[in-house]
């Protein structure tokens, strides 16, 4: 995958790719060209992206060659930048988002931009297809129903206890969410909260990325030392930041003397963020007093 923002995907980002010879990974495959419209091009397509979502996620590049080896066996390097003609950008990627609308079941969310500004025209298709909360997605084209994920060296289908494994585990990352809502909002009922709170009742927003239950996942929050600013709690007038167990940790200077704030904000390091402000109601109050 490309260690980029989607939206800031741009033309140096493609030519770096060739410049360092970035090879394919489970979440990196390259294309010389668009799906055609036969059945067993749009199958195949189908059962590519797919394959993406039903495992980690990852980036396919359309309009790249691959590279080849002495006996004509793909090495899964980039050799050079092909433009796609023949078609606009804006036609591929709704022909593309068409096909995969009517074949995955439930519905693959993908995004998907045509990059130009090479040399001789044309454009590379950059499809990034997330890994799925709703995973598996089943391929259903032609009455074929098929399940397919990916390792390092390309898709494969499912066996049938590999897709009973999948269900249950969609059901186990639900569950894993559920049961850290649970967990937080028992506990900031009960005080047990990085920094004593002051009042009641308290305001308590959860922002909870999908990744953040899947096994292994983490965030580095160290870097947070220098920006703090950037989570800041709601309503704040001040601002102290701290590296803890959990996470980073930011928080309103004290109100009156004593230990208690009256908000903070919490990066746990699976990539949640936990705001709770204990005292809006009186400071709105006090502002609407001092109008």
């Given amino acids: 995958m490309i260690n980029k923002s989607f939206d800031q995907i741009g033309k140096e980002d493609i030519e770096a790719l060739i410049a360092e010879q970035r090879a394919e990974i489970k979440t990196l495959e390259y294309k010389l060209e668009l799906p055609g419209g036969s059945d067993g091009q749009v199958k195949e397509f189908l059962a590519d992206v797919s394959s993406f979502g039903n495992a980690a996620g990852g980036d396919i590049i359309y309009g790249v060659k691959a590279e080849l080896d002495d006996r004509g066996k793909p090495t899964g390097k980039p050799e050079e930048i092909v433009p796609i003609t023949g078609s606009t950008g804006d036609e591929a990627v709704l022909r593309l988002e068409s096909m995969i609308r009517d074949g995955t079941d439930p519905r693959l969310r993908v995004q998907a931009k045509a990059v130009d500004g090479f040399e001789g025209g044309g454009f590379v298709l950059v499809l ?37 494994n999948a269900f249950v585990g969609a059901e186990a990352h639900t569950e894993r969410l559920r049961r850290f809502l649970d967990d937080r909002r028992a506990k900031i009922l009960a005080d047990e909260t ?98």
Avoid: W
């Avoid at 995973?135 to 494969?156: C, D, E, I, L, Q």
């Avoid at 289908?157 to 897709?163: K, N, P, S």
């Avoid at 990744?211 to 709690?233: H, I, K, Q, T």
């Avoid at 704030?261 to 006090?286: H, Q, S, T, W």
């Fill in 194 to 291: 990085p920094m004593p709170l002051m009042a009641r009742p308290r305001i308590v927003l959860h922002l909870l990325p999908l990744a953040s239950f899947a096994p292994g996942y983490s965030v580095d929050v160290v870097p947070l030392r220098n920006r703090p600013e950037v989570l800041r709690p709601i309503g704040s007038f001040g601002l102290s930041p701290r590296i803890g167990f959990d996470g980073f940790l930011t928080h309103s200077a004290p109100i009156e003397d004593g230990p208690e704030v009256p908000c903070y904000a919490m990066l746990f390091r699976n990539g949640v963020i936990e705001a709770v402000n204990d005292c809006f109601k009186r400071r709105c109050f006090r502002r609407q007093r001092s109008r």
């Fill in 128 to 164: 990034r297809v997330p890994r799925s909360l709703s995973a598996p997605h089943m391929v259903k084209f032609r009455n074929t129903s098929r399940f397919y994920a990916r390792t390092s060296a390309g898709k494969y289908q499912l066996d049938v206890a590999e897709i009973r």
